[in-house]
C-alpha cells in the first residue's frame, strides 16, 4: 500500500463541508495508513466524533484537557507521529488562528507543535475566501512552507456561487499524499512542460482514432512536480481524470494540436517531459458529413503526425528532455535505440503487455534509460513511480 507505515493526523473544523472529511480518512486508511482524527467542538455540531472514530480504528480527540487516551501528552504525541497533518476543512478561523500563532484548542495546540507536513484545504463563503484577510494568511502561511489545497468554483451550501467549496476527497487525498512523498521542493523556481494522455484523430464526426492511454502516467508526474515545487504545465489530450491542483491544464485533441502548443511554450521550460501517447498517424483525409456504412470493407488512408519529441530533441536548448516508450517486447533495447534517435536525456520504458501495470492501471513498473543510467522502478503506484521518474530528472539538474 502506499502509505503503509505512514502517519497521518486529519484536522476537522467546524464548518458544513466537515462530512465530506468522513471520506478523506476512509481513503487514507485503504491506502495503509494509520489515520488520527483531531475535532474542534464545532465540527461535532457537523459530525458525531464516532463516525471518525469507526472509520479511523482509532481515538478522536475533541477536548483539550478531557480524558486522554495516550499515555504521552496527546498533543504532543499526535503532533509527533504525523508524516501529514491535513486540516479539511480550514475555516477561515483555523487558517487565522494558524498564522498568528494562537493554540486556544486541541487542534490548533497541536498544528503549532507538528514538524510533519502541514496541508491546509480550506473551505467557507465565496466572500469570506476571497476576502484580503483571509488570502493574506493563506499567502502568508505558503511562504512557510504551509500547503494549501486551492477551494473550488461552484454552488456553495451557503446559497452563494463561487470559489470556496472543499475540493472532492479524491482530489485532497491525491494532493496531501504527493506532498507526504515529496521529499522537500527540489524544484522550487522551476518550469516543468508535461504532456498527458491519448490523441484522438477524426475520421468524420462521429468516428476517431485513438489509443487506450487513460493519462493517469502524466497527471501523476504533474501532481508530484507540484508537491515538490515545480511551476507545472499539463498539456492534456482528452481524460476523465480531474485537473491537478496547482497546475496550468491546456487540453487539447489531436497530434497537431499537441505539437502546436508544446513549441508554443518550450522555451521557457526547464523539465519537458513528454508522457502523452500521441497519435503515430491520422486519416488522411477528414469528411465534413459522417460517413454512412456501405457493402465491403472501408479502407482508411492514413498520413504520418510530427514526430514531436524528435523535433524537442533537434531544437532543445538548455532543458531537461524526456520520453517515454510504451513497448511490448525487447523494452531496453528499444528504449536505448529511442534515447539515441530521439536525443533526449532520458526515455521511460514500460512494458504495455503486462495486465497489472498496463493502460488505465492505477499501476506501473518502469525502466529508466539515460546515458550510463540504467533505473528499474518495481510496481508501484503511479505516484510513486513519478516520483522516481522525478527523482531521476533532479539528478541531472545538479
Request: glycine share 8%.
Amino acid at each position: 500500500m502506499l502509505l503503509k507505515g505512514k502517519n497521518v493526523v486529519v484536522g476537522v473544523t467546524g464548518g458544513i463541508a466537515a462530512y465530506k472529511a468522513v471520506e478523506i480518512v476512509s481513503r487514507f486508511k485503504k491506502l495503509g495508513a494509520n489515520v488520527y482524527v483531531i475535532m474542534t467542538k464545532s465540527a461535532t455540531e457537523f459530525v458525531q466524533p464516532m463516525t471518525f472514530q469507526s472509520i479511523s480504528h482509532n481515538p478522536v480527540v475533541v477536548e483539550m484537557f478531557g480524558r486522554a487516551q495516550y499515555w504521552d501528552v496527546e498533543h504532543i504525541s499526535l503532533a509527533d507521529k504525523a508524516d501529514l497533518f491535513l486540516i479539511a476543512p480550514a475555516t477561515a478561523n483555523i487558517i487565522a488562528k494558524i498564522k498568528n500563532g494562537i493554540a486556544d484548542d486541541m487542534l490548533s495546540t497541536t498544528v503549532m507543535a507538528t514538524k510533519g507536513k502541514v496541508v491546509l484545504a480550506p473551505a467557507m463563503n465565496v466572500n469570506m475566501y476571497h476576502n484580503p484577510i483571509v488570502q493574506e494568511n493563506m499567502d502568508y502561511l505558503r511562504k512557510r512552507g504551509y500547503k494549501i489545497i486551492e477551494a473550488d468554483a461552484g454552488y456553495l451550501a451557503c446559497g452563494y456561487e463561487g470559489r470556496g467549496r472543499l475540493p472532492d476527497p479524491k482530489e485532497i487525498v491525491a494532493t496531501s499524499t504527493a506532498v507526504l512523498l515529496a521529499e522537500g521542493e527540489d524544484l522550487l523556481g522551476k518550469k516543468v512542460l508535461i504532456t498527458a494522455g491519448g490523441t484522438k484523430e477524426a475520421l468524420d464526426p462521429v468516428r476517431f482514432l485513438a489509443n487506450h492511454s487513460s493519462g493517469k502516467m502524466g497527471y501523476a508526474l504533474a501532481r508530484m512536480a507540484v508537491a515538490r515545487g515545480a511551476e507545472v504545465t499539463l498539456i492534456s489530450a482528452p481524460s476523465n481524470l480531474a485537473k491537478p491542483k496547482g497546475v496550468k491544464l491546456i487540453g487539447v485533441k489531436t497530434a497537431a494540436q499537441m505539437s502546436e502548443t508544446v513549441f508554443q511554450i518550450k522555451e521557457e521550460q526547464d523539465i519537458i517531459i513528454m508522457a502523452a501517447a500521441v497519435a503515430d498517424y491520422r486519416p488522411k483525409e477528414f469528411s465534413t458529413t459522417k460517413i454512412k456504412k456501405k457493402d465491403g470493407d472501408w479502407l482508411i488512408e492514413l498520413e504520418r503526425t510530427e514526430d514531436i519529441l524528435a523535433r524537442l530533441g533537434k531544437q532543445r536548448g538548455k532543458e531537461i528532455l524526456v520520453g517515454f516508450a510504451a513497448e511490448s517486447d525487447n523494452l531496453v533495447e528499444n528504449a536505448k535505440n529511442k534515447l539515441k534517435r530521439k536525443q533526449a536525456d532520458l526515455i521511460v520504458a514500460n512494458d504495455i503487455s503486462v495486465n497489472e501495470t498496463g493502460f488505465a492501471s492505477d499501476d506501473n513498473q518502469v525502466i529508466i534509460i539515460g546515458d550510463g543510467i540504467e533505473v528499474s522502478l518495481a510496481k508501484a503506484d503511479k505516484l510513486e513511480i513519478a516520483k522516481g521518474i522525478l527523482d531521476e530528472i533532479t539528478k541531472l539538474l545538479n
